[in-house]
């Protein structure tokens, strides 16, 4: 087994990135890590990103807390919260933006499931080109794999939940309190399609977070299997 390692560190330091893939595939075949361990290896990075990073966003403030994913309101209602301050009504205003981000924490409870799946299914091939890609390789293998079935998914819970977290009522008044300001230009904005692309957006922002501290920080990789699967990367 060790000369096997030897072999496999002298290999991959005398190999270039493009030659990268042949050595995992002898890797694969010679014993020291199969294609079995090297896909459940990326499965479990993959997990972690879920467990770790996209659990926190369904906690309460969970986006309204997180500068990194905190959604804010789009460019048309800029002026509705300038508006709003400017006659005394900050707390309304700020009351609309926590709503935004509840819908946001509510719609991201029904993401692992679709996670989950994406995972199960990951071929050998994916995980090589996952561990072999770019930093963000195994993120980029998620919004693939997952993004359509998230918005659609993200998209009626987050309809429902401006109901259920009150967000109708707050931007209801948001909206009527600025539309009476005189001589300002009424809007009336559609809040679920953007709220439910930053939700999307806030999601992979953690993943790839989680990824970037795996692939760098040696200490993160918590399994045996791991930091054996990821010291291949190591050598690129």
């Given at each position: 087994m060790i000369k096997r390692i030897l072999i496999l560190v002298v290999a991959i330091q005398f190999t270039g990135c493009a030659e990268l893939?042949?050595?995992?595939?002898?890797?694969?075949?010679?014993?020291?890590?199969?294609?079995?361990?090297i896909g459940n290896g990326l499965r479990q990075a993959l997990?972690?990103?879920?467990?770790?990073?996209?659990?926190?966003?369904?906690?309460t403030d969970g986006f309204y807390?997180?500068?990194?994913?905190?959604?804010m309101l789009p460019e048309e209602l800029q002026t509705v919260d300038k508006g709003l301050r400017k006659i005394g009504l900050g707390n309304l205003a700020?009351?609309?933006?926590?709503?935004?981000?509840?819908?946001?924490e509510d719609a991201v409870k029904t993401a692992t499931p679709i996670f989950v799946n994406a995972v199960k299914n990951m071929t050998?091939?994916?995980?090589?080109?996952?561990?072999?890609?770019?930093?963000?390789?195994?993120?980029?293998?998620?919004?693939?794999?997952t993004s359509?079935?998230?918005?659609?998914?993200?998209?009626?819970?987050?309809?429902?939940?401006?109901?259920?977290?009150?967000?109708?009522?707050?931007?209801s008044s948001l909206i009527n309190k600025y539309n009476s300001i005189p001589f300002v230009k009424n809007v009336n904005p559609d809040l679920t399609i953007y709220v439910t692309n930053q939700a999307l957006k806030g999601v992979f922002t953690m993943i790839e977070i989680e990824e970037k501290g795996i692939r760098e920080k040696v200490g993160l990789r918590n399994t045996a299997l791991l930091q054996q699967v990821f010291a291949l990367q190591d050598k690129k």
């Open positions: 893939q042949n050595v995992v595939n002898q890797v694969a075949k010679s014993g020291v890590l199969s294609q079995e361990q997990d972690n990103g879920i467990k770790n990073q996209v659990s926190k966003l369904t906690s807390k997180n500068e990194l994913v905190k959604i700020d009351e609309g933006i926590k709503v935004l981000n509840r819908a946001a050998f091939t994916d995980a090589k080109n996952i561990l072999l890609g770019s930093p963000n390789a195994a993120t980029s293998y998620l919004k693939g794999k359509d079935n998230l918005y659609a998914s993200f998209s009626p819970v987050i309809k429902n939940s401006f109901s259920k977290v009150g967000a109708d009522k707050v931007w």
